[in-house]
């Protein structure tokens, strides 16, 4: 069964403390691993894809790395509107020809000014 | 409109109702898809619709009945729900080219509440 566990559970850091969240997985046939990120009362909103260990792709201060059973999201010099939940999931082949997502709980991202 | 819109954003109902959730799409995508989000625990897939026809239904009970009439258009229709489907109802659209490689996209969800 495919499992992803994303940790901290939640994360309190100071604005400017770099710091870095972690998915880990265990998936059969990994297609992608997706990064979202999740606003009080909203949708998850896409961050990256990352598709073969040892990939990374950035966007302002978020960086997304990519082993064969982990992924970390690097935030470098944190703001306080960095604040939210990420999510991470991971795409494999679920048989019939179909491929779904599998997400993890999420870490709760807390930046203080 | 752009992106993923979901109505009503928040709905409340008793166990008896009746109601719809609609999703519509903008993205010129050809499938869509249902997932519940609970407090603690992560997005769960309901339902998946490729080019309009149902791909996966991942053992959901049957007060909860999908319809989706053209690729842009997905409902949600509920019937005697419980107090444990009270949640927040996500829909998402992707292009699906048939090799696993896509990105879904999400709209803001309808949160329900089952009195």
């Known amino acids: 069964e495919d499992q992803v566990t994303q940790s901290p559970e939640a994360l309190r850091l100071q604005e400017g403390e770099s710091s870095s969240l972690n998915c880990s997985y265990t998936?059969?046939?990994?297609?992608?691993l997706f990064w979202y990120r999740q606003d009080p009362g909203k949708g998850p909103e896409f961050l990256f894809t990352?598709?073969?260990a040892g990939e990374e792709k950035e966007k302002e201060r978020l960086k997304a790395t990519l082993t064969k059973k982990e992924s970390f999201l690097h935030i470098t010099a944190p703001k306080p509107e960095d604040s939210a939940t990420y999510l991470c999931?991971?795409?494999?082949?679920?048989?019939?020809?179909?491929?779904?997502?599998?997400f993890g709980k999420g870490t709760k991202l807390s930046v203080i000014p | 409109e752009t992106g993923v819109t979901q109505t009503p954003r928040h709905l409340v109902m008793g166990m008896t109702n009746k109601k719809s959730l609609k999703c519509e799409q903008h993205?010129?995508?050809?499938?869509m898809y249902w997932y519940k989000q609970s407090a603690k625990k992560p997005l769960e897939l309901m339902f998946v619709y490729n080019f309009k026809e149902q791909t996966e239904n991942n053992s959901v009970p049957s007060r909860f009945s999908p319809e989706c009439p053209n690729s842009s258009h997905l409902f949600l229709h509920l019937h005697t729900l419980q107090p444990e489907d009270s949640a927040l109802y996500l829909c998402a659209s992707s292009q699906d080219e048939g090799q696993g490689f896509w990105t879904q996209h999400f709209g803001d969800g309808t949160r329900l509440s089952i009195l």
């Open positions: 999931a991971v795409q494999a082949y679920s048989g019939a020809g179909s491929y779904q997502l599998t």
């Open positions: 998936v059969s046939g990994l297609r992608g």
């Open positions: 990352l598709y073969s």
């Open positions: 993205l010129g995508h050809n499938a």
